[in-house]
């Protein structure tokens, strides 16, 4: 148990359309991070928020976006879905000691 | 190419056996993590190294920062061990955080 969560679990969408992905964190950390792993691959990093603000991205389109609000939960925002969007998208929070703890991920298919 | 390298891909093992998975590095890192991911894709991390050795349980994680190498053992391996064993290198992003992920290996234990 790390004491993050995301939501949903499964989710499945029709390509053209936008999704809005979320995590909860644990009080106190102030950084999250957002992953991409493909079926097979290893996770990919999207972009990272620290209290807030983007802090580092990885070579994702702008249609990739986040959030972060003070109450140490994040979004993640996916515009103009493509079929190669499906995969496990995978939150990880951390305390300033930048121990990273993962959530469960939420599956996304696109049809 | 991936600045992460992990081996070997696969390995099945019997049950008791000892265990070595390997990833090399060529960035940077300010701490490597070996990260654990079961079927489903819950991810736990299992040790953060920035020097020497860990050891929880029958679990033994070792990191050689000169050659840029870092080694997962498992001894008396049990069939519960079978998941994917993924190497995450944090290096460092503008003033946050970013992980380096290998591909990772995936390990069954055969009963």
């Known amino acids: 148990e790390t004491g993050v969560t995301q939501s949903p679990t499964h989710l499945i969408k029709t390509r053209g359309q936008q999704v809005t992905l979320r995590c909860s964190s644990q009080?106190?950390?102030?950084?999250v991070s957002w992953y991409q792993q493909a079926l097979g691959q290893g996770p990919q990093f999207i972009f990272q928020?620290?209290?807030?603000?983007?802090?580092g991205r990885g070579n994702f389109p702008p249609r990739f976006s986040g959030l972060q609000f003070p109450n140490y939960s994040s979004e993640l925002n996916v515009n103009a879905l493509e079929l190669d969007d499906s995969a496990l998208y995978l939150c990880?929070?951390?305390?300033?000691?930048?121990?990273?703890?993962f959530g469960p991920g939420t599956r996304l298919t696109v049809l | 190419k991936n600045e992460v390298e992990q081996s070997p891909q696969n390995l099945t093992a019997q049950e008791g056996e000892f265990i070595t998975i390997n990833c090399s590095y060529s960035?940077?890192?300010?701490?490597l993590h070996w990260l654990q991911q079961h079927p489903g894709g819950g991810i736990v991390s299992l040790f953060m190294?920035?020097?020497g050795k860990k050891k929880h349980g029958r679990l033994i994680a070792t990191i050689n920062i000169q050659e840029k190498h870092s080694s997962l053992h498992i001894t008396a391996s049990h069939p519960r061990d079978s998941a994917v064993y993924i190497c995450?290198?944090?290096?460092?992003?503008?003033?946050?955080?970013?992980?380096?992920f290998g591909t990772g290996t995936s390990l069954t234990v055969i009963p």
């Open positions: 995450a290198a944090l290096g460092i992003v503008n003033t946050g955080n970013q992980f380096n």
């Open positions: 009080s106190g950390h102030n950084t």
């Open positions: 190294l920035s020097s």
């Open positions: 990880a929070s951390s305390p300033p000691d930048s121990t990273q703890f």
């Open positions: 928020y620290y209290r807030e603000e983007e802090n």
């Open positions: 960035v940077g890192i300010s701490a």
